[in-house]
């Protein structure tokens, strides 16, 4: 993150959108655990729903399912995407000074709100794929553990590549992203928030299938994926290099760990 970008967005600026972000991610938060909790209740195993059994899904099995990874993808990444928010606000406000105008900075959330809720699709279609092979427990947790260790390999590779660094970069960059991307009028505004999702889409996809390893309805895990994601886009720009090579491969030695020890044997 620019440090320098950062201290240059009033105080003012920094406050409003941080407690907006973060407010829309806690109710989503709240809103996964309230789910979770009842879904224990009423499965006895944390099955988020009696669909969870081998069966057909219907239309509404779909939507209910695609609307808990639209709210859980709000939840996880909402608060990362801040330092764009911010920097957009800052310059909502200055046009505003000037005489200008500038849309309101909800119109770029909304794109970048947008971009995740598109994914929210992909990954709603996976699970039911995953489903439909009977590849998935209660807890939405794979349970071959070659797919378990091909999906930590994958993540860990992809964060060696450089499509990975490269939206990275435009993430851990929003004064450049902006200056590079910004477009006017409401329609730009919203192309800039679907822009910059894209790149945080790029960043994250893949460690977002680590959720079916460790369970998409296991609030820890699923925290500790949301931490990983914040803190990666929040160090300094030089760490990209160091903090990607290191994650990236010990995600590899992992999953090949756990390839040997769990699939190997019944090979």
């Given at each position: 993150?620019?440090?320098?970008?950062?201290?240059?967005?009033?105080?003012?600026?920094r406050?409003?959108?941080?407690?907006?972000?973060?407010?829309?991610?806690?109710?989503?938060?709240?809103?996964?655990?309230?789910?979770?909790?009842?879904?224990?209740?009423?499965?006895?195993?944390?099955?988020?729903m009696?669909?969870?059994?081998?069966?057909?899904?219907?239309?509404?099995?779909?939507?209910?399912?695609?609307?808990?990874?639209?709210?859980?993808?709000?939840?996880?990444?909402?608060?990362?995407?801040?330092?764009?928010?911010?920097?957009?606000?800052?310059?909502?406000?200055k046009a505003?000074?000037?005489?200008?105008?500038?849309?309101?900075?909800?119109?770029?959330?909304?794109?970048?709100?947008?971009?995740?809720?598109l994914?929210?699709?992909?990954?709603?279609?996976?699970?039911?794929?995953?489903?439909?092979?009977?590849?998935?427990?209660?807890?939405?947790?794979t349970?071959?553990?070659?797919?378990?260790?091909?999906?930590l390999?994958?993540?860990?590779?992809?964060?060696?590549?450089?499509?990975?660094?490269?939206?990275l970069d435009?993430?851990?960059?929003?004064?450049?992203?902006?200056?590079e991307?910004?477009?006017?009028?409401?329609?730009?505004?919203?192309?800039?928030?679907?822009?910059?999702?894209?790149?945080?889409?790029?960043?994250c996809?893949v460690?977002?299938?680590?959720?079916?390893?460790?369970?998409?309805?296991?609030?820890l895990?699923?925290a500790?994926?949301?931490?990983?994601?914040?803190?990666?886009?929040?160090?300094?720009?030089?760490?990209?290099?160091t903090?990607?090579?290191?994650?990236?491969?010990?995600?590899i030695?992992i999953?090949?760990?756990?390839?040997?020890?769990?699939?190997?044997?019944?090979?």
């Open positions: 993150l620019d440090l320098h970008a950062w201290r240059a967005i009033p105080r003012r600026d406050v409003a959108v941080l407690s907006s972000l973060f407010g829309v991610a806690v109710l989503a938060w709240i809103y996964l655990i309230r789910l979770i909790r009842a879904s224990a209740r009423m499965g006895g195993d944390g099955a988020p009696a669909m969870m059994e081998i069966r057909p899904w219907e239309p509404t099995d779909f939507a209910l399912i695609f609307m808990m990874w639209t709210i859980m993808m709000v939840g996880m990444m909402l608060p990362s995407a801040a330092p764009a928010t911010m920097m957009y606000a800052a310059v909502a406000r505003a000074r000037d005489g200008n105008v500038v849309p309101p900075t909800i119109v770029f959330v909304s794109g970048y709100a947008a971009l995740w809720t994914f929210s699709v992909f990954a709603t279609s996976a699970q039911w794929g995953l489903d439909q092979a009977a590849l998935l427990s209660p807890m939405m947790v349970t071959s553990p070659a797919i378990g260790a091909g999906l390999v994958a993540a860990g590779v992809y964060q060696l590549t450089p499509i990975k660094r490269a939206c435009h993430c851990r960059s929003p004064a450049h992203f902006l200056s991307h910004w477009r006017p009028g409401v329609g730009g505004a919203f192309r800039m928030g679907l822009q910059h999702g894209a790149f945080c889409v790029g960043c996809w460690l977002m299938g680590l959720l079916f390893l460790g369970g998409v309805m296991n609030l895990w699923i500790a994926i949301s931490a990983f994601v914040f803190v990666e886009k929040m160090l300094p720009v030089s760490g990209v290099k903090s990607e090579r290191l994650t990236g491969w010990a995600m030695v999953g090949v760990t756990l390839w040997l020890v769990l699939a190997g044997p019944s090979l």
